[in-house]
Every structure is written in structure tokens, then in C-alpha cells.
């Protein structure tokens, strides 16, 4: 029998209340396991260093059998210099390396679209006008 929404409240969590929240992914996994196993995403990290400095870096996920690039970012003097193409080289050999089906990232129209395109990832969606007349794409490479 169905609890009826009467009896059902909805507040905000506190970002402090992490048992709860762990909770709540808890649940999803739960419910996503039958169909996905019960993969625990775990951090994947690249930093880029030259002559002792920090000079970009790749920061994702491994989550559901597929490796979620979050972040890539190189110095700006560094661009067109194969550094970014270097960190998703480092990314994909790790992704295959642990039997992932692929990697997936989103990216907006001022970023670097045109960069994964050439890296041989393909679009799967786009939300217009994100902000501002910006729009933000999604892609995916798979293996």
C-alpha cells in the first residue's frame, strides 16, 4: 500500500547532514543496482605540473562503468599546446584500463567543444541558452 503525499513533508538538508544525503544515494543504488550492479563512484584525478607549478589538471569520476570528466582545465599560455590532449590521452588509457565503456563530459559553446570533437567524442545533447545565451553540450566517447 502507497503512502499518501498527506502524510509526506520535504525540508532542505543541511550540507551537514551527510549521513542523510548518503542516505538518499543509498536509496538510488538501491533501486539501480538489479540493472547497474552497485558501483561506488570513486575520484579520478591528473594534475599537470611544470618547472614546480601547477599548470592545469583533469578531475572526474568513475561512476556506473563509465568515467565522468568534471573538469579540464590548462594554463591559458598552455592551450593548442597538447596539454589538454595529453590529460584526456592519460584519462581514456585509465578508463579502458579499468573496463569502462566509455568517458562523458559537458563542456559550454565558449569552452571547448570543438577540442573533444576532434578527440573523437560526440555530442549526445545540448540545453540553449544555458545562461546567458550560452548554450552547454554533452558528449560521450565511447570504447
Not at 91 to 96: G, L
Not at 111 to 134: K, M, N, V
Amino acid at each position: 500500500m502507497r503512502e499518501h503525499p498527506a502524510n509526506w513533508s520535504i525540508g532542505p538538508l543541511p550540507a551537514s547532514d551527510t549521513a542523510t544525503a548518503e542516505a538518499i544515494i543509498d536509496l538510488l543504488r538501491d533501486h539501480n543496482a538489479p540493472y547497474l550492479g552497485r558501483p561506488s563512484p570513486e575520484p579520478f584525478r591528473l594534475a599537470l605540473t611544470g618547472a614546480g607549478r601547477l599548470a592545469g589538471g583533469l578531475l572526474g569520476q568513475f561512476r556506473s562503468h563509465w568515467l565522468h570528466v568534471e573538469i579540464l582545465v590548462v594554463q591559458p599560455a598552455l592551450r593548442g599546446s597538447g596539454a589538454g590532449r595529453a590529460l584526456m590521452a592519460a584519462a581514456e588509457a585509465a578508463a579502458r584500463e579499468r573496463g569502462c565503456h566509455g568517458l562523458w563530459l559537458d563542456t559550454f559553446d565558449f569552452q571547448a567543444p570543438h577540442f573533444y570533437e576532434h578527440l573523437g567524442f560526440t555530442r549526445f545533447g545540448t540545453i540553449a541558452d544555458f545562461h546567458d545565451g550560452h548554450a552547454r553540450h554533452f558528449y560521450q566517447k565511447r570504447f
